[in-house]
């Protein structure tokens, strides 16, 4: 069970179960049907930290400057009287950096909890613990806190723990559901989880209600400027946002406009992944909708025009301007799938890693076959009286399929034809001056983002 199939590494988890889903439920419903424990939110105003005065580049504060502006006395005494209040006995603090977890785990301990470090750097420092060490004397309740980065994010359970304490900004919702997570698995005697998040003014804060809700933002983009007391929370959860948050989540809301979040989001990205993301990246990595990138008031003729409003085109790419190589990206991009059926049409046109201009017919009913019979989350597509016993088809039947409905349409588009003589499925003659590596990797991105966006879509 994992509450992020979809990850950014871009590994499918599903491959791990033969691309079978065998269950999957949301944070609300798995809290609604009482298999995680319900959360008792604290959204408490942090004045102590300016993040306008920190440097923000690549959709993330500058790790030092963070570093430095979150690791103060005065910080450290809102947390600590927050915590003294509020608390349970077994607790997790997610903090910026591994010297941000120091301080607070030095502070903790002079002030009378015994609080160790976990982290996977070099300068272990006085109160550091091996992980498996810290998690078993916290489940024993021979330390009362545990401080750490990203350790904690996946993979590890600590059903008794009954406190999160989120001391550094909330810059990716994955990240935030992960270390949310931690704390909601059931135990005997465990009522609930205690949450207590210092949020100032850090980019995407007004966020926050949504998340709780158990909402993904990259499906309900809409919902995120609800104000925060008209979230439908789980059952059982109570949310409280000091009244200056509210304040602060309706200034942030009108400061927020749209092409500054989707740089945002890509830059971010970007320095993630130490590439340039594709359009498969934002859509499984990002808490936009990927349309905003493929089709806004802002960049009406697909990503192309997006990654040139923001500079990040070669000089390769910019040639495809106004050709009719960005027409046949943006018909690939938009192209109506009310079935799968173009897909591995279109794969077909792939070989050996490259796009080439033609394929023939008996490729095509192979590429069509294959899909199929290697991708069981996509059978739903051949329910019905009509493909009856497809599993039995063999290459001729699947031919005839893909020539009646998905060759037969495209090739009614500009950029594809269909040699009925020949028996060949080719791409228009105009574009072969652009065929390179560039446009097969644009192709191939293209591809597999129409497939999982429908999957998710259609089939889930």
Partial sequence: MTATPYRMDNKDIFELCSNNKIYEIDLRTAINRDLLVPFEYFGIYDQEVDYEGISYQNGKYNGKELEKALSTHKRADLIHNNYRKRSGKRTLG????????????????????????????????????ERKEAVKKLRQAEIEMIFAVDIFNEGVDIPELDTVLFLRPTESYVVFLQQLGRGLRKVERKEKLKVLDFIGNYKRAHYLPLLLAGENPMEADNKRYQQAEEFEYPEGCRVNFDFQLLDLFAEMKKNDPLEERMKNEYFRLKSE??????????????????????????????????????????????????????????????????????????????????????????????????????????????????????????????????????????????????????????LNQKLEEFINQDLTEYFKDIVELRKLKYYNRRLK
């Avoid at 010297?99 to 982290?119: D, I, L, R, S, W």
């Avoid at 996977?120 to 420092?125: F, L, M, P, R």
């Avoid at 005839?400 to 499925?425: H, I, Q, T």
């Fill in 94 to 129: 997610f903090c910026s950096s591994i010297e941000h977890a120091k301080y607070m785990t030095e502070y903790f301990n002079q002030h009378g909890v015994k609080a160790v470090t976990v982290h996977s750097g070099a300068d272990q420092g006085p109160y550091f613990m």
């Fill in 273 to 426: 992944l130490n590439r340039r993301p594709m359009r498969l990246d934002l859509y499984q990595g990002t808490d936009l909708e990927i349309k905003k990138f493929l089709n806004s008031r802002y960049y009406d003729k697909g990503y192309l025009r997006f990654l040139a409003e923001i500079d990040e085109l070669t000089a390769a790419e910019k040639s495809w301007f106004d050709t009719i190589a960005e027409e046949f990206l943006v018909e690939i991009e938009s192209t109506r799938m009310n079935k799968l059926y173009k897909i591995p049409v279109l794969k077909a046109l792939i070989k050996d890693g490259k796009l080439r201009m033609k394929a023939p017919i008996e490729e095509v009913g192979q590429s069509f076959l294959n899909f199929y019979h290697d991708n069981p989350r996509m059978q739903k597509d051949l329910d019905g009286k009509k493909h009856q016993g497809w599993q039995q088809w063999d290459q001729q039947r699947f031919i005839k399929e893909a020539e009646k409905n998905p060759v037969k349409y495209l090739s009614k588009r500009k950029f594809f034809n269909y040699d009925e003589v020949n028996k060949e499925f080719y």
